[in-house]
């Protein structure tokens, strides 16, 4: 058996649970949907358990794939654990039948199967209990028993949202990444308390491609898309992809993710932005000396977009 007819199995073993459900998913349906003999299945996997513990490895690694860039291209915790979330959530509605298997189906597995997904979110409690390291000085940090009960809490939110009736067309295309502001307030609130946690409560959820976006250093967009024939700096794509990235974030919360320590600087730079119509203040009634609260314009969004797509081509011309 080739690896691309392994694969095809896999997929349709993660199908077949996400349609039929655990009890009911069947070695005889697999072969059907995939149209491999039964005796070229038998040779590649002793029984369903096997395959079935196969699919969920396959899972696993195709959503580490997928966050391993964002949460690695950020320095602090929080940055990188919400991108890290982005691209989860993103897997999630990409590819709903692995991404439920993971969640959802495999707690229904044999031993082989739940000591694997034990491992898996070993690995993810490993993950968020370095947020220890960003928590307030001075105050008495939580166990990683905690962080295993983080993992728990958040996959059984999300495990919630994706048990919905097989026929509707939510099962087929589940719409999750509107869970991001409630799951990224249950990840910070025991180590970032609950002061960051209502924040991220009430931010509006980034764009999918948060912690993956590669910026394209020290190159000028056209002046149609920047409204200007000023050159855009590196300095101020960084300002905007952090904004696209996380709308709402306040005037210092865009410094540290764009790697500007004078607030003075941040403050000139945010009111040039604003000036030629790329960002915008979220809200008309804010209390006096409450944060500045920015997202992007439609404006803004096209200059991001003319971003990401010089650095995509010039990422291209390396490979």
């Given at each position: 058996?080739?690896?691309?007819?392994?694969?095809?199995?896999?997929?349709?073993?993660?199908?077949?649970?996400?349609?039929?459900?655990?009890?009911?998913?069947?070695?005889?349906?697999?072969?059907?949907?995939?149209?491999?003999?039964?005796?070229?299945?038998?040779?590649?996997?002793?029984?369903?358990?096997?395959?079935?513990?196969?699919?969920?490895?396959?899972?696993?690694?195709?959503?580490?794939?997928?966050?391993?860039?964002?949460?690695?291209?950020?320095?602090?915790?929080?940055?990188?654990?919400?991108?890290?979330?982005?691209?989860?959530?993103?897997?999630?509605?990409?590819?709903?039948?692995?991404?439920?298997?993971?969640?959802?189906?495999?707690?229904?597995?044999?031993?082989?199967?739940?000591?694997?997904?034990?491992?898996?979110?070993?690995?993810?409690?490993?993950?968020?209990?370095?947020?220890?390291?960003?928590?307030?000085?001075?105050?008495?940090?939580?166990?990683?028993?905690?962080?295993?009960?983080?993992?728990?809490?958040?996959?059984?939110?999300?495990?919630?949202?994706?048990?919905?009736?097989?026929?509707?067309?939510?099962?087929?295309?589940?719409?999750?990444?509107?869970?991001?502001?409630?799951?990224?307030?249950?990840?910070?609130?025991?180590?970032?308390?609950?002061?960051?946690?209502?924040?991220?409560?009430?931010?509006?959820?980034?764009?999918r491609t948060a912690g993956a976006r590669m910026l394209a250093a020290q190159s000028a967009l056209s002046p149609r898309a920047y409204g200007t024939s000023a050159r855009l700096t590196?300095?101020?794509?960084?300002?905007?992809?952090?904004?696209?990235?996380?709308?709402?974030?306040?005037?210092?919360?865009?410094?540290?993710?764009?790697?500007?320590?004078?607030?003075?600087?941040?403050?000139?730079?945010?009111?040039?932005?604003?000036?030629?119509?790329?960002?915008?203040?979220?809200?008309?009634?804010?209390?006096?000396?409450?944060?500045?609260?920015?997202?992007?314009?439609?404006?803004?969004?096209?200059?991001?977009?003319?971003?990401?797509?010089?650095?995509?081509?010039?990422?291209?011309?390396?490979?």
């Amino acid at each position: 058996m080739d690896e691309v007819q392994r694969t095809r199995i896999l997929e349709a073993m993660a199908e077949t649970l996400a349609e039929r459900g655990a009890d009911s998913a069947s070695i005889g349906e697999v072969l059907a949907r995939t149209g491999v003999p039964a005796g070229v299945f038998d040779e590649a996997f002793a029984d369903r358990e096997a395959c079935l513990l196969a699919a969920l490895d396959l899972a696993a690694e195709r959503a580490r794939t997928r966050m391993a860039p964002g949460y690695y291209a950020h320095s602090r915790w929080l940055d990188a654990i919400k991108a890290a979330l982005v691209a989860f959530l993103a897997f999630v509605e990409d590819e709903p039948a692995l991404g439920r298997l993971l969640v959802v189906y495999s707690t229904s597995g044999g031993e082989q199967v739940m000591r694997r997904r034990v491992q898996f979110l070993a690995e993810l409690a490993d993950v968020i209990d370095r947020g220890r390291l960003e928590g307030p000085g001075g105050r008495q940090q939580p166990p990683l028993v905690i962080a295993e009960g983080v993992v728990g809490a958040v996959l059984a939110v999300l495990g919630n949202r994706l048990l919905v009736d097989a026929s509707s067309r939510e099962h087929q295309h589940p719409q999750v990444m509107d869970l991001f502001g409630s799951l990224v307030s249950i990840i910070v609130l025991p180590y970032l308390g609950a002061g960051v946690a209502r924040r991220e409560l009430e931010r509006p959820a980034p764009s999918r491609t948060a912690g993956a976006r590669m910026l394209a250093a020290q190159s000028a967009l056209s002046p149609r898309a920047y409204g200007t024939s000023a050159r855009l700096t590196y300095r101020t794509a960084r300002v905007l992809s952090a904004i696209g990235d996380y709308p709402g974030a306040s005037n210092r919360e865009i410094a540290d993710r764009a790697g500007i320590i004078d607030q003075g600087q941040i403050s000139k730079l945010l009111g040039r932005l604003r000036e030629r119509g790329l960002i915008a203040k979220m809200g008309t009634a804010r209390s006096r000396g409450a944060p500045n609260s920015w997202r992007l314009t439609e404006r803004g969004e096209l200059v991001l977009q003319e971003i990401s797509a010089m650095a995509g081509a010039g990422e291209a011309s390396r490979s």
